[in-house]
């Protein structure tokens, strides 16, 4: 039995009938993680020692019948989601030696439901990238082909997961950090509601912007994974206490009548032929299946990387305020006194990007350039919302390309910021808006890259948005895994 081709839903199956244990499917990912790791470089942290106990516990878990769905399936998750006692660096320098005191709230629901965890993924420096290579652990490779990227900033996640280092993972989503490396690595990737899974224990990028969300090789795998996570937490603010569905029971639902909105400004010169033929493609396959194809407007999606990169810088630069060598993380030696620690600390401690983002925030958010920058963005912000609100009204969900390309090549927009920010042109607009967003494969490129589709629905719609990427991925079938030689 090939354990790692198995599905979540498989290996679950086989637990149950007692054909299977969970150390035998922890043991098997190991394996795997040991012969590929030094290619990939997937991980910052491996929790082997601590994955096999949790996986004995599992076991017993499911023999007194107290299991759930995910209970004994190994999990891998991003370095920005706190671990009690396991390193939490960020792909930082700052955070290099840090080890949180509690869990963050999505990993007390995995350590409550026995998901084994396999390690901590790399990622862009404090999920501020692209393409993982402002990582300070330095980049990961993308399996499909290790001269290029697997997009950013939860790149290791995404990777692991193609790779089949990992049946499932967490990453978070702060302008397209899962939905395009799931794009890149020909994965499932989901941005929930914001508000919908709690951000408590998840160090902050940009608090009005992030969202925790799951990895996976399939729909049905993601659903069953944000079932798990999406509950409400009295310890988040932003937490929605709403009811939350089976989100894996409401996969099957007919797409006949299904309003499917296609916005012109998501195909735009410098769109890649390929990138928009797949999708078009995966339009038509619900087209086939009895769905209504709507053209709509989206008016105000060209001022949405504007917009996001003003909003997210200005926040950045406040949440990372708290990184001054006095707190925890990292401390310059070189200091005569209080003032030359914090410079000296912050010099040392952040990479360019992130430097480059909070002095992007800093100035935004300065006297005299608040009104200019920081209030117009968020006066736009609410119209990019307001455009969803009225395409919703004649639509349930919208589908677009993830990114404008396939993945990119290492260096190819590592010095040109402008060049990097654009692979987010197409994502950044349901994070402005709050509302979740899914990536999933529609196939490969010419030169045998994943091609990513966005499938967008209006807020706490993740069923409708789960059961149209269930159709899509019916009709168009699987694009398989990247056959990595070891």
């Not at 979540?8 to 040991?34: F, M, N, P, T």
């Not at 002095?359 to 958010?365: S, V």
């Not at 706490?460 to 159709?471: D, G, I, W």
Request: aromatic share 8%.
């Amino acid at each position: 039995m090939d354990i790692l081709k198995k599905s979540v839903l498989e290996l679950r199956e086989l637990l149950d009938k007692g054909e299977i244990s969970s150390r035998e499917i922890v043991q098997a990912y190991i394996d795997r993680i040991e012969k590929t790791e030094p290619k990939l470089n997937s991980f910052v942290t491996l929790t082997f020692e601590e994955a096999l106990k949790d996986a004995d516990r599992a076991d017993e878990m499911i023999r007194n019948k107290t299991h759930t769905t995910l209970t004994g399936i190994p999990i891998a998750l991003k370095d920005n989601i706190s671990t009690y006692h396991v390193k939490t660096t960020c792909s930082s320098k700052m955070l290099e030696n840090y080890r949180p005191p509690f869990d963050a709230t999505v990993v007390e629901l995995i350590k409550q439901a026995g998901m084994p965890i396999l390690g901590k993924t790399n990622m862009d420096e404090f999920a501020m990238g692209s393409s993982t290579e402002t990582s300070y652990f330095g980049p990961t490779k993308n399996p499909w082909n290790l001269e290029y990227v697997p997009g950013g900033s939860s790149g290791g996640s995404a990777a692991s997961v193609a790779a089949k280092q990992a049946p499932l993972a967490l990453g978070t989503d702060t302008g397209g950090s899962i939905r395009q490396p799931a794009a890149f690595t020909g994965i499932v990737g989901i941005k929930p509601t914001y508000g919908l899974v709690s951000r408590y224990g998840v160090v902050p990028f940009a608090s009005s912007l992030d969202q925790v969300g799951p990895f996976a090789r399939t729909v049905a795998e993601s659903a069953a994974l944000l079932s798990l996570i999406a509950q409400y937490d009295k310890y988040d603010s932003t937490s929605l206490n709403n009811p939350r569905p089976d989100y894996l029971r409401s996969l099957e639902k007919d797409v006949k009548g299904l309003r499917v909105g296609v916005p012109k400004e998501f195909f735009i010169d410098g769109l890649d032929a390929e990138v928009e033929q797949a999708v078009r493609k995966a339009v038509k396959a619900l087209e086939d299946q009895g769905a209504e194809i709507v053209d709509i407007e989206l008016p105000h999606s060209d001022k949405a990387l504007a917009t996001y990169y003003i909003v997210a810088t200005a926040e950045c630069s406040s949440n990372l305020a708290r990184f001054d060598g006095v707190r925890f993380g990292h401390r310059s030696e070189n200091t005569k006194d209080s003032v030359t620690m914090f410079k000296h600390t912050r010099a040392e401690g952040f990479g360019p990007e992130v430097k480059r983002r909070i002095m992007l925030g800093t100035y935004a958010l300065s006297a005299g350039y608040y009104d200019a920058y920081y209030l117009k963005a968020l006066k736009v912000r609410r119209l990019i919302k307001e455009d969803f609100d009225k395409a919703f009204t004649k639509v349930d969900v919208i589908i677009t390309p993830t990114t404008p390309s396939t993945a990119f090549k290492f260096g190819e927009k590592v010095q040109d910021p402008i060049a990097m920010y654009l692979s987010d042109v197409f994502t950044t607009t349901a994070n402005l808006a709050g509302i979740p967003a899914l990536s999933m494969p529609a196939g490969l490129s010419s030169n045998n890259l994943p091609i990513g589709v966005q499938i967008i629905a209006p807020s706490l719609a993740e069923e409708v948005m789960l059961s149209t990427a269930y159709s899509i991925e019916k009709a168009l079938g699987s694009i398989g895994l990247p056959e990595l030689e070891v």
